[in-house]
């Protein structure tokens, strides 16, 4: 049989919704498929074969380039981290967190600030505090001020939002990405897993956008544990390299007397919030190391 190859766009109560020449079919996996290691996720390219009524199945999952796994979503470009002066009180150290696996996982970075009707004062304080981390766009949802701005950053890419609940990611999704495709159902199957209601938090869709990019809006990243080497840490801190250069090698930044990066924080040329993250994160891990033995 022929094969068609497809991205899944959804995946929702055990069906995989595979977009391919502008429709979208709702596949179950090949049973070998749901036995590997990782079941297929959003954003997987896969091979698939159409059956009848917008239905098909999957038959393979082509090799990914980069994957998350809390949500489980593939082949992305960015993570756009999203954050609010208020509504909720930014967490900034997980925000910390959040650039440090994004970078150490190959992956590009933004910063979008939203909410800034609240607070602009705010929203500019949070930008001033990352920009020599990440670039950084202000914005508004609710407004719509700013929403062309990060389209223009997002480009053509595939890119997930990121960010504490509440922070506005539904609904910068909604503001910049187009209709979805429109999902086949299949009575008594799907709408009746879908209104027990199980699935839907947890669900990952890919939403189309105008610059020919994908934008996944999640709910999850809410809570998640880094899991690095406390030593690899301060190489995803651009900061770090952008100001000066430690005389200690290697230096951790922290103990060490006379250590550069030390000084720039008290000569008010890194980020104070940053360091004092960075101080807070490297001991979580130096902590984990050890309970670890
Ligand atoms: N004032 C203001 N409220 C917003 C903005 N964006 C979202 N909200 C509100 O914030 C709340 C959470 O938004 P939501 O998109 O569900 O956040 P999510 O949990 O990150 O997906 C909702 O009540 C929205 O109406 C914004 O730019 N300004
Ligand atoms: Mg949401
Ligand atoms: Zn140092």
Partial sequence: MEFAQGIIISVIAGFYYVEHADKAYMCRARGKLRLDDLPPMAGDKVLFSPGPDDT????????RRNFLLRPAVANIDAVIIVLAPEKPTPNLL????????IRSLGLSTLLCINKADLDIQGA???????????????????????????????GGQTVVLAGQSGVGKSHISSQIALE??????????????????????RQVSLLPLPGGG?????????????????????????????????KFSPCTHIHEPECAIKISVE???????????????????????????
């Avoid at 098909?56 to 090799?63: C, D």
């Avoid at 997980?94 to 696996?101: E, N, P, R, T, W």
């Avoid at 429109?182 to 009746?192: I, K, M, N, R």
């Avoid at 406390?230 to 651009?238: F, H, I, K, V």
């Fill in 56 to 63: 098909g199945t999957v038959e393979s999952v082509l090799p």
């Fill in 94 to 101: 997980m925000a910390d967190k959040l650039l440090a696996l």
């Fill in 214 to 246: 994908k934008v996944a809006d999640t709910p999850g990243f809410s809570v998640f544990e880094l899991e690095m080497d406390s030593r690899e840490l301060q190489l995803y801190y651009p900061e770090f390299t952008k100001s000066a250069f430690c």
């Fill in 124 to 154: 500019q304080g949070l930008a001033e505090i990352y920009k020599d981390s990440t670039s950084s766009i202000i914005c508004s949802a609710l407004t719509g001020n700013g929403m062309e701005d990060l389209l223009d950053a997002i």
């Fill in 267 to 293: 000569q008010g040329e890194i980020s104070k919030t940053r360091y004092e993250n960075y101080v807070k994160i490297y001991h979580e891990l130096v902590e984990k190391e050890a309970n670890r033995y």
């Fill in 180 to 201: 979805q495709l429109e999902l086949p159902v299949q009575v008594g199957t799907l709408s009746a897993k879908l209104s027990r209601g199980k699935h839907t938090t």
